[in-house]
T-cell receptor
Framework: GQNIDQPTEMTATEGAIVQINCTYQTSGFNGLFWYQQHAGEAPTFLSYNVLDGLEEKGRFSSFLSRSKGYSYLLLKELQMKDSASYLCAVGHRGSTLGRLYFGRGTQLTVWP | EAGVAQSPRYKIIEKRQSVAFWCNPISGHATLYWYQQILGQGPKLLIQFQNNGVVDDSQLPKDRFSAERLKGVDSTLKIQPAKLEDSAVYLC??????????????FGQGTRLTVV
């Protein structure tokens, strides 16, 4: 089976940096995805990692360590609009290729 | 580029009634997914189509849920009869090919179902 764990809630202030961690246990790993979901809205793609290391995209960066089953999403220069749920999802190969296994999401609240 | 379209946005029904949701994926996307997202949880895959064929429906409660994608484009998801625990947001997503390396899924805004 798949087991994906991330904190339920986090808070931070505008302009700060926040790191959202995700740990996973899975067989047939096929990439790790981060999605952002504002309340009542669709999840939107932020990043993916398939190899170890850091991927940077503007204010957002994502890191992966496959040997440790660990990823984090780093958000810099936080803005109020970054208040949202951040979903960690693991892609799977093999018979369930294409399926994403999602964590419960981390609700981030950014305070002024 | 138009995104994934879903309707209706909201639906309230009584238990034991039936309900249907509709999804129109992004043009050219062969793979279509239906996810169920219960409040406070991450999305859970119900069924995955590749063109008009079912690739994975292992988590679909087939005694009450059904889905089809007859012409390989639009899809409908039906629940009959609904139970209280079916209250959730039903998300449709599509991708150019099966989600994996270099291929992300694009989600619609979802249908929020409340069963009373």
């Amino acid at each position: 089976g798949q087991n994906i764990d991330q904190p339920t809630e986090m808070t931070a202030t505008e302009g700060a940096i926040v790191q959202i961690n995700c740990t996973y246990q899975t067989s047939g790993f096929n990439g790790l995805f981060w999605y952002q979901q504002h309340a009542g809205e669709a999840p939107t793609f932020l990043s993916y990692n398939v190899l170890d290391g850091l991927e940077e995209k503007g204010r957002f960066s994502s890191f992966l360590s496959r040997s440790k089953g660990y990823s984090y999403l780093l958000l810099k220069e936080l803005q109020m609009k970054d208040s949202a749920s951040y979903l960690c999802a693991v892609g799977h190969r093999g018979s369930t290729l294409g399926r994403l296994y999602f964590g419960r999401g981390t609700q981030l609240t950014v305070w002024p | 580029e138009a995104g994934v379209a879903q309707s209706p946005r909201y639906k309230i029904i009584e238990k034991r009634q039936s309900v249907a949701f509709w999804c129109n994926p992004i043009s050219g996307h062969a793979t279509l997914y239906w996810y169920q997202q219960i409040l406070g949880q991450g999305p859970k895959l119900l069924i995955q189509f590749q063109n008009n064929g079912v690739v994975d429906d292992s988590q679909l409660p087939k005694d009450r849920f059904s889905a089809e994608r007859l012409k390989g484009v639009d899809s409908t998801l039906k629940i009959q009869p609904a139970k209280l625990e079916d209250s959730a947001v039903y998300l449709c997503a599509s991708s150019f090919r099966q989600t994996g390396v270099n291929t992300e899924a694009f989600f619609g805004q979802g249908t929020r179902l409340t069963v009373v």
